[in-house]
């Protein structure tokens, strides 16, 4: 078996050729999506659980407070305690609730996170799915989180949900534009949708250094616009809980209220890993060009150790701000976005297109 | 549709109404918004109070004076020491007893502190209004220090009943001055942080500046006052227009602002806080030596006749009537709470802003929901 950390490409082709080998070519098939999907299951699990015990450290030392520190060390098993509480509860049924639409919802919310996050690469030659139009895919598939968040809303039956559910629309159908054009910017600098071919094109400098000013505009805009996508503060206005109480999710309960609540996170864990790959490098270790004996020390530290760390700094930055700020109010939220940020954004692109054809770039 | 509802603006076909409490995060207690909306505009809002009425101005008619006391700590919870003095004056008003100068100066001390803590957590809970969470804890952290002082020199820490006709149930804890200074020393230096973290932040003054603006003219007809008076410029503070106890020997400012928007009334609180840090340097030093209380006789019976005394609460004027008979427990007793009055003005000022607004707005009136309902 081919195993190498560095590189993970030998061993999944290992993997792949040895399935066609031995089964037909339509078992291969099943076999590998199962391997995957249970891969991404297990990976769901770890990084929610994580997720959200970084979240509750970093708000507490945030706070001037401990966090959890009962349940095992440093309370590490607190928010397995927490998941096991969520799993045991009730589902209390709604009335006069839209019933199919109720229990759809959050299975719309959670699928749209799954397609997203297999289009990213996390180590040399380890993503499930590899293609030429990488970032045009992450960014259909995330905006449909919005419909499962809209019917959330509507089939609650209740007003602040529907409220929510409307400001989450609006939110998120004008945010999505600064979004893409923020990427399309470093489109623009790399030449390729393909997210292989972008952190490859990083190997000789990272695009934020590679593409200097336009590339820090877009990469402030984008880190702007993720965080109002998805719905963290300080643009949670679709959840507000001292207006709305909590929003789209208000009537959900035990793993139904788990599944928004993991999808939250499983999105700010995609849009910094999307940030990380393509304005940080992805798994690309820290490569200045020309200084071959620093780069080859730098590739010793592992690609996804590269990757982690540089999305759990992202992670950190939107935590950072969600516990800092006050929160938007929805007509103000979407005046940063089509007075502000839409306009600087298509300058942005104008500018970095200057800059590649001037040959200004790194 | 009832002829009531028509009048009322509510139940009409376009508009969407719902409940916000009395059950609600930000309401900050049992009290009910009827709020109309078309779509995120706030068209009218109707308060319901009345989730949390206890009756304690009937109760009093049975309690005796000393027994008062107790009840009106449960008023208007965040500045009960406040409450305790106002009919503690009131009662010495009617005996015409003077109390001790030392009494008169750690009254003054502690209803200070009490200001002091009543607007630690209304920054707090403010924050938390604007989504700002981080806001509440930095604002109890510092809370906990005068807490711990009431804790220390009176017993309770929150509901002190610390007062008595005449005076105070015991004289202060030795540790007390060196407390309070400690506490001073400290929160001169926490007290910018407050401004680093909310006061200056951008989304918080847009948040605030020109929303829910109140003129002078109808702060005064609605009887809004305190803090959230002053914020429209109506000079309002009890302790500097008809002093009692020692203010009229302590130097302050009354902070006034003229625009009466969410900001200015956040200013004003603000500002308050310094100002009582000021008294509480001025008297701290000088307390004299003396009894703690006056002597009272065993019963206190008030002479026939209407006793009426105020006060500046944390949230404004309080009021409190008697009228006795001459008996040991009062006729009537009657208190004038600053959060309804306050509240009364809700309608007008968050008429036309989003719900957003109406919720910081609600925080900056900063009611108590004890206190509207008694």
Known sequence: ?362 | MTEENKNSGLDKEEEYIINIGPQHPSTHGVLRLVVSLKGEIVKSVEPHCGYIHRGIEKMCEKLTYPQIIHLTDRLDYLSAHINNEAVCLCVEKALEIEVPERVKYIRAILSELTRIQSHELWWCSFGMDMGATTCYFYGLRDREKVLDIFEETCGGRMIVSYNTPGGLMNDIHPNFQKRVKEFLKHFRKKLPEYDQLLTGNVIMQERTKNIGIISREDAISYGVTGPSGRGSGFSCDVRKHHPYGIYDKVDFVEPLYKTGDTFSRYKVRMDEMWESMKIIEQLIDNIPEGDYCAKMKPVIKLPEGEYYQRVEAARGELGVYINSRGDKYPYRLKLRSPSLSNLSALNLLASGFKIADLIAIGGSLDYVIPDIDR
């Open chain 1, 1 to 362: 078996m081919p195993f190498n950390i560095y590189d993970f490409t030998s061993f999944t082709q290992w993997i792949d050729k040895s399935l066609y080998d031995s089964l037909s070519p339509l078992w291969a098939m099943i076999w590998e999506m199962t391997i995957i999907g249970v891969a991404f299951l297990l990976f769901y699990a770890v990084i929610g659980l994580f997720l959200v015990y970084a979240e509750r450290k970093v708000c507490a030392f945030m706070q001037c407070r401990i966090g959890p520190n009962r349940v095992g060390p440093y309370g590490i098993i607190q928010t397995i305690a927490d998941l096991f509480k969520l799993l045991m509860k009730e589902l209390i049924p709604i009335k006069n609730a839209d019933k199919f639409l109720f229990n759809l919802a959050p299975f719309i919310v959670i699928i749209t996170t799954f397609l997203a996050i297999a289009a990213i690469p996390f180590a040399k030659g380890l993503h499930a799915i590899d293609f030429n139009i990488g970032i045009f895919y992450i960014l259909a598939v995330s905006s449909m989180s919005v419909i499962g968040v809209l019917l959330a809303g509507w089939s609650s039956n209740n007003k602040y949900s529907l409220i929510g559910a409307m400001r989450s629309g609006a939110q998120i159908v004008s945010y999505e534009l600064s979004v893409g054009l923020s990427l399309i910017t470093i489109i623009v600098l790399a030449g390729s949708m393909q997210l292989s071919t972008i952190v490859e094109a990083q190997a000789d400098g990272w695009f934020i250094f590679k593409g200097h000013i336009p590339a820090i505009i877009a990469f402030i805009i984008y880190l702007i616009a993720a965080t109002a996508e998805t719905n963290r503060g300080p643009f949670d206005l679709a959840e507000a809980e001292s207006e709305l109480t909590a929003g789209y999710h208000t009537e959900y309960s035990g793993i139904k209220f788990a599944f928004f609540y993991l999808a939250e996170f499983i999105n700010m864990f995609i849009v910094a890993s999307i940030a990380a790959t393509v304005f940080w490098g992805g798994w690309m270790p820290f490569h200045i060009g020309g200084w071959e004996a620093f780069n080859n020390i730098m590739d010793y530290i592992p690609p996804f150790i590269w990757f982690f760390g540089k999305t759990f700094f992202i992670i950190f930055i939107i935590m950072w701000f969600k516990w800092t700020f006050p929160r938007l109010r929805i007509d103000q939220l979407l005046t940063l976005e089509w007075k502000y940020l839409l306009p600087i954004n298509l300058f942005n692109v104008l500018l970095m297109a200057f800059i590649v054809l001037m040959g200004w770039h790194f």
